[in-house]
Structures are given as structure tokens and as C-alpha cells.
């Protein structure tokens, strides 16, 4: 099987990396993903900030960590996938490109290729809610549909209850310039300062207020409800 870099076509924009973490590959036939936890510098161009063997080999296996939990908990709200630890690579078994980019990636589209697709998202939600699990890798593109279901990855910047508190300036290699910008005005208004360590609840709040812009406003209130109910 033959794999390729995985892009995501943004209008206005063109090609950009689909993540900034790791190494994104698609099959030939768009019939397995893969998510190889290695900065490739033909595909990341110089631009990915883990270039520390140490927090890769984190990421990777928070991962898998989360991957397997969802898996044995709730499978029906993750791909079925294999690991090849040895060379840190996530095998995916998808059905075409990610949520995100069938819509063209833009909202307008979600209704058209997954006309509940708020719903099934919002099931997911709960069910790390349930797991006490905290997922701060929100974008659309952390999403694929196989046969009609959505199905949850990106498990690599999820903690769990216990762990923390967090600070938002540990946390930026995972966050885009652009992403940046829209969140600093979110987290002037919620009163949180970068280097401020903060719950992981809280963090879960930027987190959907930082995605705002990606998502329906009331889809954002619902999510949050999620998590505001204790």
C-alpha cells in the first residue's frame, strides 16, 4: 500500500499541513490514515515547533493511550486502528478524506455530508465527559465518517481528571499562529493569562471557545454545556 502526504485544501488558502504535530499520510485509496509521530521536514517545511524526540514520543503515546481507552469504552466513536510502535505509526481505517475537508472545509457544508453531524459530535463530547477525559484537539479535521458515523482521533493533547494544571504557553507548539490570534482575545475576555496555570475544565472551555469560528455558535454553547454540568 502506497502512502502520500495528507493535505488539507483550504479555499482562499491552498494546501496546508493537515496537523502540526505529526506526519500526515493517506492511502493511495483513501481506505487508511495514517498518523506517523515524526517531524518529516519535507511535509512540516521547517514549520513544526515538536522537534523534541522526547515530547513526540509524548504525543505519540498519549495517542495511543487515549485511542485504546476509547476504544475498549466506546468504540463506536473511534476508527478501528492498528500501531506500529516501532516506527510510531497509527494506522486509521477511514472511508475517504477527514470530515473537514468533505466539506470543503467550510461550515456551511457540515449539514450537507453529515446532516447530524452535531448530534454524533456531541455524543462524543460526552463520552470523554464520562471518561474524565479533557480533548483539547477540536478542529474538524480530528474527524472522519465511516459509514455514516463520525469518528474521533487526535487523542495526542488529551489529558485526563487528576493531571494538570495546564498553562496555555506550554501548550502553543500545538496551536497555529492564526489559531493564536483569534484565541487571545478569548482568553483576555475569560481573564486567563498565558502563563497562568489553569484547570482543565477551564482549558476545556477556551478550547471550544477557540474553535468558535469553525463551528455553529449554538453547536459551541451545547458543547460547552457538556462540560459545565457536573
Known amino acids: 500500500m502506497t502512502f502520500n502526504y495528507y493535505y488539507n485544501n483550504v479555499p482562499g488558502v491552498g494546501l496546508c499541513r493537515n496537523n502540526l504535530i505529526y506526519t500526515s499520510l493517506m492511502s493511495d485509496n483513501k481506505q487508511v490514515f495514517c498518523q506517523w509521530y515524526h517531524n518529516d521536514s519535507d511535509y512540516h517545511k521547517g514549520m513544526n515547533e515538536v522537534v523534541d524526540p522526547s515530547l513526540m514520543d509524548m504525543k505519540f503515546t498519549r495517542e495511543v493511550k487515549y485511542l485504546r481507552l476509547m476504544s475498549k469504552e466506546y468504540p463506536q466513536h473511534v476508527p478501528t486502528f492498528s500501531i506500529d510502535e516501532q516506527e510510531r505509526k497509527i494506522y486509521l481505517e477511514v472511508r475517504g478524506d477527514d470530515f473537514w475537508e468533505q466539506a470543503g472545509c467550510l461550515e456551511e457544508n457540515y449539514l450537507k455530508i453529515l446532516p447530524d453531524w452535531q448530534e454524533q459530535m456531541l455524543e ?29 482521533f487526535n487523542y495526542f493533547f488529551t489529558y485526563e481528571e487528576g493531571e494538570g494544571p495546564l498553562t496555555v504557553r506550554e501548550h502553543l507548539s500545538h496551536i497555529s499562529e492564526k489559531r493564536r490570534q483569534k484565541m487571545k482575545p478569548k482568553t483576555d475576555e475569560m481573564g486567563i493569562d498565558w502563563d497562568a496555570p489553569q484547570s482543565l475544565q477551564t ?3 477556551l478550547t471550544f471557545e477557540s474553535f468558535s469560528s469553525n463551528y455553529p455558535n449554538e453547536f459551541t454553547e451545547s ?8
Open 223 to 230: 458543547a460547552k454545556n457538556v462540560f459545565s454540568v457536573n
Open 124 to 152: 462524543i463530547f460526552n463520552a470523554h465527559k464520562s471518561l474524565g477525559l479533557y480533548k483539547y484537539s477540536l478542529h474538524p479535521s480530528s474527524y472522519f465518517i465511516v459509514d455514516g458515523k463520525l469518528k474521533s
Open 203 to 205: 482549558m476545556q472551555m
